[in-house]
């Protein structure tokens, strides 16, 4: 990574403490871990914090020790905690974070056919149980996102732009057997999400946060949905930790006809989690978040160096895994095969079973290698991670462009 890159994931951090943050989100995205992110989002057999709930809910239980009497095992801030941009973006961000719409814009102008992206996420949570008893999470996770990209040659004032904000209340439950080799773990995510998009934004260098953010709450489209997970984690033995574990998000609550393909724009029947609301959803808005089906395996080989005990957990998930029956599609059916592949590694010194100060992570997605690492500062945790992203815009001619990009995530919270 460059010096510019780090220059600029240093003004993220600062923008967190001392401006006001606007959300605003074009994907239908719930969350995007960075520890997860780091290591190609292979979590699935062993989703160890709070975003477990989106990965694999019976991880939960792994955060409380059903021997302690504490009662409350594990807490999140209620601060904007985790902000990721493409490198395209970082280059051109300012310090004010109320500019940031205005340098989102400048940077995609700059770059014809190239979106910017930038999303900013928070998710103040409490995790807590009493002694022998279930694992019960509570929180808010908030996510938001902006893409902008040019893409009409003809008319180079004119952005499409695609703002989302999903804001969930988050309830999970989770537990394990005794001896910890069976977990389960299920959620429920009520959430209201407000998306705008604009093919045609006439931009001339001038466009304020606030009045974007205005403009996005009177015309963006209102929905709300209730989501439901579940999930299970298998230990086969205390001799590294092998674990296999499985996950369902999105659990079906009906199907939608007009469902339209993110990576082909072709119409197909999707099934998951419906919305409602929404009279008068675009054509790129969608009425169900597709059910995501997830499998993985872990194991933990552990040395020494020294007296400190060393671990590298290794790990590997397939999602989404499509799913199709009577012409009725839960989970996208047009990924490639390649995609479907998450290979990850986390290397972290201590018990394996507890929190680690320190870990650095890799991993292998969308066909290319990720990385990142955390330090935990007593309350203090902070974080990074950068992953490959694809996504796919369609133009007025009706030709798809597609496009892949390195995204940075800095996380930086406050932590019990």
Not at 273 to 292: F, W
């Amino acid at each position: 990574m460059n010096k510019l890159t780090i220059g600029k994931i240093l003004i993220f951090i600062c923008g967190l403490f001392f401006s006001e943050v606007v959300y605003a989100q074009y994907l239908p995205s719930d969350w995007q871990s960075s520890v997860a992110a780091g290591q190609g989002n292979a979590f699935t057999a062993w989703a160890n914090d709070g975003s477990s709930i989106f990965y694999n809910p019976a991880g939960l239980s792994l955060l409380h020790n059903k021997r302690s009497k504490n009662i409350v095992s594990d807490a999140r801030s209620p601060i904007p905690d985790e902000i990721e941009a493409n490198e395209q973006m970082l280059n051109k961000i300012q310090y004010n974070p109320q500019d940031w719409t205005e340098n989102l814009l400048d940077s995609a102008k700059a770059n014809p056919g190239k979106p910017s992206y930038l999303s900013m996420q928070a998710f103040p949570y409490l995790v807590f149980g009493g002694k022998n008893s279930l694992t019960f999470l509570i929180g808010v996770p908030v996510r938001s996102e902006n893409s902008a990209v040019f893409l009409d040659a003809a008319s180079p004032n004119n952005a499409t732009v695609n703002s989302i904000n999903t804001a969930s209340v988050a309830f999970a439950i989770a537990d394990s057997t005794a001896l910890g080799g069976f977990r389960w773990g299920i959620s429920v995510r009520p959430n209201h999400r407000t998306q705008y998009e604009n093919n045609a934004l006439d931009y001339n260098g001038t466009l304020s946060t606030k009045s974007y953010a205005d403009t996005i709450g009177d015309d963006g489209t209102k929905t709300t949905a209730v989501a439901l997970d579940a999930g299970f984690m298998a230990t086969l033995s205390d001799y590294w930790f092998p674990t296999i574990g499985a996950s369902v998000r999105n659990i079906p609550t009906g199907c939608v006809d007009n469902y339209i393909d993110p990576i082909t724009f072709k119409l197909e029947t999707m099934c998951g989690t419906v919305r409602h609301g929404g009279t008068d959803l675009s054509p790129n808005e969608s009425r169900v978040d597709p059910t995501e089906v997830r499998a993985g395996v872990s194991v933990t080989p552990r040395g020494h160096i020294g007296r400190n005990i060393v671990n590298l957990r290794l790990s590997a998930d397939v999602f989404p895994i499509p799913i199709s029956s009577k012409n009725k599609n839960y989970g996208i059916p047009s990924v490639e095969p390649a995609d479907l592949v998450h290979i990850g590694g986390e290397l972290f010194f201590g018990s394996a079973l507890a929190k680690s100060n320190f870990s650095l992570r890799g991993g292998y997605m969308n066909q290319e290698p990720t990385w990142g690492g955390t330090i935990n500062l007593s309350l203090l945790m902070i974080g990074y991670s950068s992953y490959v992203a694809t996504s796919a815009v369609q133009n007025s001619l009706d030709v798809i462009q597609k496009n892949t990009e390195r995204r940075h995530m800095v996380y930086l919270g406050w932590q019990l």
